[in-house]
């Protein structure tokens, strides 16, 4: 797909929508604090980033992200690794787990900021939370799915319940956890956003609130095209990983080679 | 007398289904000597597999005994390789650590195996593809790959559920000769589960045929054919007289309308 063709084309759509959106909306007398034009959405990014007021926040925003990435995909796989390995802990903790899950965790963002504060812990939990839940399942599927075969051929090695996690199971899961990985960055970013609209001194969810009282539109359509490039680019980062683990895997390999074809 | 390898007594399996028992097998007895090549024959549901299975210590019989080599089979021993119908490679793992497995598993140092797993990888003909993983080889060139694996750790004896069953024929009868080559050279007892009795005729010393429920042994064949055996031996009298003879017995005990 990615020829110099496409490529214009693509621009060219581009370029036609955006200048379609600015006519209708001048066109039209639409008032700016309905639907502003995309000449005032980048005025206002770019307003925004010369101050460094969004950098600031962005920055905030990103740090709550990560940490919540990393300590709910911690949480999620050591819940998974345990739930699998282990019928005691499923039949004891897993009802509750799922529980938890069927739960809209949004609603529990109040609460969260109301016990841990206005600050980045809040923020960092909530985060933790959401992202948790795509990485145990995944976990708890992949470490369970090893091939009959597979395990049959350790056994006939005399290998040890703890060879076959460690050689066979492990490696196993990696393609669930590595998908786990995937939903889970963008669940972190989803949960630090709502944890700063609920209460927040810093981040671009703040921001977009603060924005929204002001009826600073524009401003608002900024944040959220930032917040989408940065959600890409997170997706982007999960993808280079995990096509540098999964190099072996069936379906990465086929992708991979697409691409070459493509390039 | 030659030490037996293999010595299966009155060995039975019992497999609980929902409306009663199904004898799996059904108090089968034989001996394998040390360094023969025993293939097992039969159609799908004799047993067979159970029978492999319970040799390599995977599953547990419901009576009688079997030994391997003299002592009575507790579980999995690090004495034997095992050959599955599926190469069951490990796609993270280069060929050569395919093949290292059992070496990493029994913690026996890949140093000191490592010049073995590149000979025998010679001679399987795959030298040149150490580096490679699993999904860049066909399905013979894998299949001879888990056959590496399963001498790597110079086992006393090889055994090998339908390793061929899942190749196209004409790679099947070219890993024929392959395996015939390697046993002659390696000198393994090997116990070789098939449902061919072409193939079984070709590459044994001695063929037992098994007829389903219950499984049971209903001959105990010596094939009497010169090594090395070349593939034209297939078309000879003798060869057509002993697939003749197996192919009867499971028309007359009616074990092909399995």
């Known amino acids: 797909m990615r020829s110099t063709k496409n490529v214009a084309l693509s621009v060219v759509l581009f370029c036609v929508s955006v200048g379609a959106w600015e006519a209708l909306v001048r066109g039209l007398e639409v008032p700016a604090f309905i639907l502003p034009p995309p000449s005032q959405v980048a005025l206002a990014l770019w307003r925004g980033f010369s101050s460094g007021l969004y950098l600031q926040h962005l920055s905030h925003t990103l740090l709550e992200t990560l940490l919540g990435f990393i300590a709910g995909s911690a949480l999620g796989l050591v819940l998974g690794t345990a739930v699998a390995l282990s019928r005691p802990v499923e039949f004891f903790l897993y009802p509750y787990i799922v529980m938890f899950q069927s739960l809209p965790k949004v609603a529990l963002a109040p609460l969260i900021v109301v016990w841990f504060g206005l600050g980045l812990t809040s923020k960092v939990i909530n985060a933790a939370l959401i992202a948790f839940f795509p990485l145990l399942v995944n976990t708890m599927v992949g470490l369970r799915s090893a091939d009959e075969e597979r395990v049959s051929l350790m056994r006939s090695l005399a290998a040890s319940e703890r060879q076959i996690f460690w050689m066979l199971r492990l490696p196993n899961s990696l393609p669930f956890v590595m998908a786990g990985l995937d939903v889970a960055m963008i669940f972190a970013l989803i949960g630090a956003i709502v944890a700063e609209f609920v209460g927040a001194q810093k981040g671009l969810g703040m921001l977009i609130q603060s924005m929204n009282f002001n009826m600073d539109v524009s401003g608002q359509f900024s944040i959220l095209l930032i917040l989408s490039v940065v959600g890409l680019l997170l997706n982007r980062g999960v993808m280079m990983i995990r096509k540098r683990v999964l190099f072996w895997d069936p379906s990465e390999k086929e992708r991979i080679e697409q691409e070459r074809v493509s390039a | ?258």
Not at chain 2, 178 to 204: C, D, G, N, Y
Not at chain 2, 248 to 255: A, C, I, P
């Open chain 2, 1 to 258: 007398m030659a030490t037996e390898a293999i010595s299966v007594q009155q060995l039975s399996k019992l497999y609980t289904t929902r409306d009663g028992g199904v004898a799996a097998l059904e108090r089968i007895s034989f001996a394998v000597d040390e360094g023969e090549f025993v293939a097992v024959v039969g159609p799908s549901g004799c047993g067979k597999s159970t029978l492999l299975k319970i040799l390599a210590g995977l599953l547990s019989p419901s009576g009688g005994s079997a030994s391997l080599r003299g002592t009575a089979i507790q579980g999995p021993r690090r004495d034997i390789g095992v050959v599955f119908q599926a190469p069951v490679l490990f796609p993270w793992r280069t060929v050569l650590d395919n093949v290292l497995l059992p070496i990493d598993v029994q913690g026996l140092g890949r140093e000191r195996f490592m010049p073995a797993a590149k000979d025998l990888l010679a001679l399987v003909g795959l030298r040149e593809f150490e580096r490679r993983y699993p999904w860049e080889l066909s399905g013979g060139m894998q299949q001879r790959v888990a056959i590496t694996r399963a001498l790597i750790h110079d086992p006393a004896m090889l055994l090998m559920d339908e390793p061929f069953g899942a190749l196209d024929a004409m790679t099947r009868e070219h890993m024929n000769l392959e395996l015939q080559r390697i046993w002659m050279e390696k000198k393994k007892t090997v116990f070789f589960i098939t449902h061919s009795i072409p193939e079984a005729v070709f590459l044994a010393d001695r063929v037992l045929v098994m007829t389903p429920r219950p499984g049971r042994v209903v001959d105990d064949l010596r094939i009497k054919l010169p090594r090395p055996r070349p593939l034209d031996v297939m078309t000879t009298p003798e060869f057509g007289e002993y697939t003749r003879h197996i192919r009867g017995l499971f028309n007359v005990k009616g074990g092909l309308d399995a």
